[in-house]
């Protein structure tokens, strides 16, 4: 059974960074997909970064602001989402999504908070 876990939320200032990380092991495959996805309150959960073999997607409000990043480790996918220039906007719950064939699995999410 996979149970990612995330961690590096926080409170930072506007126009400041932060890197969140999730680690997920005991799939004895290679993740067809790693992604980030938000939900800030009283919205629908968002795609913020996706990677794929071949392709990375980020939602237009992160362009140039965000990067994911993934590493493999034996029996272990860690995918990274470093967050420059953070906006208010920005404040959200922000969950790791991990897809192996046709299993997703979620992060248990964690909160960025975005305030002066």
Same mark, same amino acid.
């Given at each position: =059974?996979?149970? @990612?876990?995330?961690?590096?939320?926080? +409170?930072?200032? @506007?126009?400041?960074? +932060?890197?969140?990380?999730?680690?997920?092991?005991?799939?004895?495959?290679?993740?067809?997909?790693?992604?980030?996805?938000? =939900?800030? @309150?009283?919205?629908?959960?968002?795609?913020?970064?996706?990677?794929?073999?071949?392709?990375?997607?980020?939602?237009?409000?992160?362009?140039?602001?965000?990067?994911?990043?993934?590493?493999?480790?034996?029996?272990?996918?860690?995918?990274?989402? =470093?967050?420059?220039? +953070?906006? @208010?906007?920005?404040?959200?719950?922000?969950?790791?999504?991990?897809?192996?064939?046709?299993?997703?699995?979620?992060?248990?999410?964690?909160?960025?908070?975005?305030?002066?």
């Amino acid at each position: =059974q996979v149970h @990612p876990v995330e961690s590096g939320g926080g +409170l930072v200032q @506007p126009g400041g960074s +932060l890197r969140l990380s999730c680690a997920a092991s005991g799939s004895s495959s290679s993740a067809n997909a790693v992604g980030w996805y938000r =939900q800030a @309150p009283g919205k629908e959960r968002e795609l913020v970064a996706q990677a794929t073999t071949g392709s990375i997607y980020y939602t237009d409000s992160v362009k140039g602001r965000f990067t994911i990043s993934s590493a493999n480790a034996k029996n272990t996918v860690t995918v990274y989402l =470093q967050m420059n220039s +953070l906006k @208010p906007e920005d404040t959200a719950v922000y969950y790791c999504s991990f897809q192996f064939g046709v299993n997703r699995y979620w992060g248990q999410g964690t909160q960025v908070t975005v305030s002066s």
